[in-house]
């Protein structure tokens, strides 16, 4: 194993969005297995030491191999088009006016009814813009578009959050 090793590298998979879960999670288990501290507890602590970083960094690749947010900012860093989430907040106008709509919608909302009605167009939403990604991620191979998705999708995620809050606070 290499610590320079590409997540996709390191679990054997083709450098795509799309990716075979099921394929994934057994790599996973195989790759902790292989470097799990404890197996190298009578080669002493410097084995061991290199063993945790090994299990560390498997760990890493795993969360963002499993995560389908994830895996398209990796991919769009490792194609050149880093995410930069922090200082890149540009959106298309119709995706500005859609967030403005959402907003308005929860704070108008009032009861489980209309919050769970938000919660599924953000659901219907994610899932659009998640099959647009792997879209131009593995057959248009656009990886600066997908960057511009990767960010709304990101909102989508927050806000998601935000109605889950609301849905949480009304349980209580």
């Not at 320079?4 to 054997?12: G, H, I, K, R």
């Not at 990796?74 to 298309?92: D, F, V």
Request: hydrophobic share 45%; aromatic share 6%.
């Amino acid at each position: 194993m290499n610590l320079q090793s590409t997540d996709f590298e390191l679990f054997d998979l083709p450098e795509r969005f799309a990716v075979d879960r099921e394929a994934v999670d057994a790599r996973w288990k195989e790759l902790q297995r292989e470097a799990h501290p404890d197996r190298f507890a009578a080669q002493g602590d410097a084995a061991q030491r290199i063993a945790l970083q090994w299990s560390v960094r498997v760990n890493e690749a795993y969360r963002r191999l499993k995560d389908p947010l994830k895996r398209a900012a990796y991919l769009c860093e490792l194609r050149g088009a880093p995410i930069r989430a922090e200082s890149n907040t540009a959106m298309p106008a119709d995706f500005l006016l859609q967030q403005m709509a959402w907003r308005e919608a929860l704070d108008e909302a009032e009861g489980e009814p209309a919050l769970q009605d938000l919660a599924d167009m953000l659901e219907a939403a994610r899932r659009e813009r998640l099959a647009r990604v792997g879209h131009l991620l593995d057959d248009a191979q656009d990886a600066a578009a997908a960057s511009g998705e990767v960010r709304a999708l990101m909102f989508i995620e927050r806000f998601g959050h935000d109605v889950e809050d609301r849905l949480a606070q009304l349980g209580q």
